[in-house]
């Protein structure tokens, strides 16, 4: 993950800001895997011993583009071209005799997975390894593309609704998306393919999709910022509904941890572990999808008894979600609990505890136990 940028002047401030995701020069040469990556057990008790690789973002293209660099345009975007020479490269690495094939990614590299992952299966095929099966999981890619909390022209990549974004960086990348999902939409409206709700119907792999409900990036590009100031209720009541929003965008899909809270990414965090959606950690939910998948490869039966993958929080708001990570000031770097969080946002728990028939102290002790 790491955005993008979608025209010469965005693409120059990232090149002399952000130079890691525009180039692979200054890359260290080791790192260490963490969350979903970490070989320790404890950390990754479902695939500590999986084979893997990571594949570092410097195409700033969310994974999508096909353009090499020319007279007319400075950079290179290759994206989609990247993830299909590191197939092919892989085949001769072992990948040849692998059952499954998982493509994951966070944020940029979510949507990328989902743009991708048909296509990496597709590759496969034609190589002739058709036993292969080919799985995604999206982390934190899922945005809507929703109206703005408040309109912004569209100058740069963070105040920029992320429908106009996709639809210049498509052009700037040359960007590619799969065959299926652009049949769905006209000539030019190829960006709706970015969105998961529209692609995901057309995709063949299975995908699991990790999303937080109050994602930070999402409402970031919407223009919602929780910094200093009291939140007004205008934007409280747009918060909350961004979260119902995202949950109905779920509902059709068979494999999904989707917890209440603010945050951005957590497949690769070491706290991966601790999130829990109605008492199943995303690891366990991640171990019950593989288990499907393979049980019904064999016999096509109903899903496992006592093991969900259909994981969606329903209560209302940011951090209602008792293991929700930490939340930090953005100020001040200080920690909050769910209670301070919500004063912080201008909750008002008089208003609140009225509205719900409830003594405030007793909706301050729901809110502090997270039920």
Not at 124 to 140: F, K
Not at 268 to 290: E, F, M, Y
């Amino acid at each position: 993950g790491g955005w993008y940028c979608f025209n010469r002047e965005n693409c120059d401030t990232r090149y002399d800001t952000m130079r890691r995701l525009m180039s692979s020069r200054e890359w260290p040469a080791t790192r260490v895997g963490t969350g979903i990556l970490s070989s320790q057990p404890e950390e990754n008790p479902h695939w500590w011993n999986a084979n893997m690789v990571f594949i570092p973002y410097c195409s700033s293209d969310v994974w999508s583009g096909a353009s090499s660099k020319s007279e007319k345009n400075e950079y290179a975007f290759m994206g989609a071209l990247i993830i299909q020479e590191v197939i092919k490269e892989l085949v001769g690495k072992g990948l040849n005799t692998a059952k499954v094939l998982l493509l994951a990614g966070s944020s940029a590299g979510g949507t990328g997975v989902l743009l991708n992952v048909d296509r990496v299966a597709e590759q496969l095929e034609e190589m002739g390894y058709q036993g292969i099966q080919v799985r995604g999981l999206a982390d934190s890619g899922w945005f809507l593309d929703n109206k703005q909390y408040r309109r912004t022209d569209c100058i740069d990549t963070i105040t920029c609704a992320p429908t106009e974004a996709i639809r210049r960086g498509i052009r700037y990348w040359n960007g590619v998306v799969p065959e299926r999902c652009k049949l769905q939409f006209k000539e030019g409206e190829e960006w709706n393919c970015f969105f998961g709700y529209k692609i995901y119907p057309t995709l063949r792999c299975p995908v699991f999709v990790v999303q937080w409900l109050f994602d930070e990036a999402q409402l970031t590009v919407d223009n919602v910022h929780l910094t200093g100031q009291p939140v007004q209720e205008g934007q409280w009541l747009y918060i909350q509904n961004l979260g119902r929003e995202l949950r109905n965008t779920l509902k059709d899909v068979t494999a999904s941890f989707a917890p209440a809270c603010l945050s951005h990414e957590i497949i690769t965090r070491n706290h991966w572990t601790d999130i829990q959606v109605k008492g199943t950690s995303l690891p366990r939910a991640l171990h019950c999808w593989d288990r499907s998948l393979h049980e019904s490869n064999k016999n096509g039966k109903a899903p496992l008894k006592g093991c969900p993958i259909h994981l969606i929080d329903s209560c209302p708001w940011p951090h209602c979600n008792p293991s929700c990570p930490t939340i930090r000031d953005q100020f001040t770097g200080q920690e909050m609990n769910v209670i301070q969080f919500l004063m912080h946002m201008g909750f008002d728990v008089q208003k609140m505890a009225q509205q719900q028939g409830l003594e405030p102290s007793k909706l301050l002790g729901m809110l502090s136990s997270g039920n």
